[in-house]
């Protein structure tokens, strides 16, 4: 019998054990929020994932921005409180009690670079409390792009093609690059800066180019120098001989090219 008791003692602990790991493991993993009440009725609403880290990239000076939205119960309950615990920036509340659901509103305006994180709070009509910590990532694209004026040229036997020049500039943010053509035929692709025109004759083609990233523009002046190289011409001796025997006849042949480029015949 003492045997008996010992086999479900070791059973009995080893369950425990394994419930009492299990239930360590579940509350490790709630990290979004702590509740006064397990049976809390916060829930994110539909198609507002919980998002907790974002990045911004914005010029010196600019705010960042975020648009909290949750489901409330009984969210006209004058006891609702939508507000920042801690943190920098300005919040703002709009309850929209047709779908019991609460809108916030956070805008800050970063003095430097780097992480900010802020704590919000949400108590709902019942009393139930929410909180949850957000961190935001600051980038400031601090320079305007640089482009440079360019120049291309090219020689072409036909006109029939799409001439295109890649334009190229450079910018120190990670926000990206606008490109923009400010005069002169064609288009530009705005995001690769690649211009596209089809020129009509032989000549030099002048476009003013414009680079933006969101903080400054730059603009520049591309140039592009097409020679036409037309086939050369064959003027031969045009005239009636007259033999009276077999004899070696002798004439010059003229080679011309109106473009001025040397010829061999």
Known sequence: M??????NLALFSL???????STISAADQDFDYISKNVNSPFSLAAATPPVFYDTFYVCPGDSIYDTLLYSCWNVTDPQVVFEITSGPGSFTT?????SDSIFGYYAYVPQTEGDISVAYMLVDGRGDTLFYSHNYTVY???QQPVIQDQSFSSVACDLTAMRELQIVAT???ASGLTYSLLSGQGSINALTGLLSYQPDTSGIFEFVVAVEN?????TATVIDSVHLNTPPQVFCYDSLVTLCQVEEICFDVLGVDVDGDPVQI
């Open 15 to 21: 369950l425990f054990l394994l419930l009492f790991s």
């Open 2 to 7: 003492k045997q008996v008791s010992l086999k």
């Open 94 to 98: 709009e309850i929209v009690p047709t």
């Open 171 to 173: 910018d120190s943010s």
């Open 140 to 142: 400031f694209n601090s």
């Open 214 to 218: 969101g903080c400054g523009a730059d």
